[in-house]
Structures are given as structure tokens and as C-alpha cells.
């Protein structure tokens, strides 16, 4: 399974962005996908997690009420609609697949390459 993380780049504070990211194949029959960032300090942040086939949403306190996580079945991508950004959210992202959504990098099998989102005015 390869996954291609897309929509990342520089926005002012405020701003908002889609990131995209989309499965070669599916992982099993109801993968689970995670969003992570890491930032400036290096360590792996969740940020939001669900199935592909939708459902109930997790998210990560830092992004609650600014991130939406939505999933598109057909099409093997999850999104990640982020609103209201502010300069902490600057990071690089990444999208995972596992089994179960977890908020640990580690409990997921397959990753992105990542994408840059910088928040900057």
C-alpha cells in the first residue's frame, strides 16, 4: 500500500487548507487512517484519525474544533479540511494506515511522505 499525502503549503494565520490523502490499494477491508504532524520539536502529534468507511472521528486536543477528518470510500482518500490555522500548526504532515485508529505513529503499518503546511503571515 503506497500513500500519497497532497495540499499542503504556506497560508497566513486564519487560513484554512485540504489535505488529501490517497491509497494505492486499501490495506485490508475497513482501514483505519491517521493524520500526524511533526513540528519543530520532532516528535509525531496525532491529529485526527478515522475508518474509510466513515464513522465516528478522533481527533487530537490541539486541532478540536479547527480540523475536520472526512473520508471518501470510493476514491481510497481521506481528507483533512483544517480551518482557523495558526503559526503552532506549522509542521509537516502525514497520513497513515493501520488497523485500528490509534493515537500512537507506531500502531500504524503503512505511511505518507508527507506534506509541508506552513502558517506564516
Known amino acids: 500500500v503506497q500513500l500519497q499525502a497532497s495540499g499542503g503549503g504556506l497560508v497566513q494565520p486564519g487560513g484554512s487548507l485540504r489535505l488529501s490523502c490517497t491509497a494505492s490499494?486499501?490495506?485490508?477491508?475497513?482501514?483505519?487512517v491517521g493524520w500526524f504532524r511533526q513540528g519543530e520539536r520532532k516528535e509525531y502529534e496525532f491529529i485526527a484519525g478515522?475508518?474509510?468507511?466513515?464513522?465516528?472521528?478522533y481527533y487530537g486536543d490541539s486541532v478540536k474544533g479547527r480540523f475536520t477528518i472526512s473520508s471518501d470510500n470510493a476514491k481510497n482518500t481521506v481528507n483533512l479540511q483544517m480551518t482557523n490555522l495558526k503559526p503552532e500548526d506549522t509542521a509537516t504532515y502525514y497520513c497513515?494506515?493501520?488497523?485500528?485508529?490509534?493515537?500512537?505513529?507506531?500502531?500504524?503499518?503503512?505511511w505518507g511522505q508527507g506534506t509541508l503546511v506552513t502558517v506564516s503571515s
Open positions: 490499494a486499501r490495506a485490508n477491508a475497513d482501514p483505519a
Open positions: 478515522i475508518r474509510s468507511s466513515g464513522g465516528v472521528t
Open positions: 497513515a494506515v493501520g488497523e485500528y485508529v490509534k493515537s500512537v505513529w507506531s500502531g500504524y503499518t503503512y
